[in-house]
């Protein structure tokens, strides 16, 4: 019962994912790797079978950060369309529906990466400001981060033209 949420459609993937939204003195900590430095992510991960949004998001908090951490609130959900850049899904449509939660963060919170992709690089932890030119996913935070509001907002995003020539480069 500890599988991704990942399957098969048609020719493509369907994803179950979630984000943290982990922000402290105006920045936002975000993801990177070496084998894909043009852009950063959110700190999160797929859904396994058999877990909330809620647990998974911070089951995903503690393995990327080390740190637990508890839920703020729901803030977005993301329908996106893009091809996958990995070794499992590597130019494979992905439709990925993503729960965005803001996370109540600790005042003493230091952050430790010791997390890798799922293609075994290692990642690791930055903090940014929302308005930093840095290629980062999702693109809905540049502005929505420097709005907050209450309540849910819902995206729907296709990148497959980007991330196809982002594919194309390799």
């Avoid at 048609?10 to 900590?29: C, F, H, M, S, T």
């Avoid at 070496?34 to 998974?56: H, M, Q």
């Avoid at 803001?102 to 308005?131: A, G, Q, R």
Wanted: aromatic letters at 14%; a negative charge; one cysteine or more.
């Amino acid at each position: 019962m500890n599988r991704d949420i990942t399957l098969p459609c048609e020719d493509g993937i369907v994803n179950l994912r979630v984000g943290a939204i982990i922000q402290k003195d105006g920045k936002i900590l975000m993801v990177g790797n070496k084998i894909r430095p043009e852009y950063l992510y959110s700190v999160g991960g797929r859904i396994k079978f058999g877990e909330t949004a809620e647990d998974a998001v911070k089951r995903e908090v503690f393995e990327e950060t080390g740190i637990k951490m508890d839920v703020e609130r729901l803030g977005f959900i993301h329908e996106n369309y893009f091809y996958g850049d990995s070794k499992s899904n590597f130019g494979k449509l992905i439709y990925e529906i993503s729960f965005f939660f803001y996370m109540k963060v600790p005042n003493d919170f230091t952050p430790i990466s010791n997390s890798f992709t799922e293609d075994n690089h290692k990642e690791f932890l930055c903090w940014i400001d929302p308005n930093n030119d840095i290629n980062y996913y999702p693109k809905f935070f540049k502005e929505e981060l420097n709005n907050p509001q209450i309540g849910v907002k819902h995206f729907v995003s296709d990148e497959r033209e980007e991330s196809k020539s982002r594919l194309l480069k390799k």
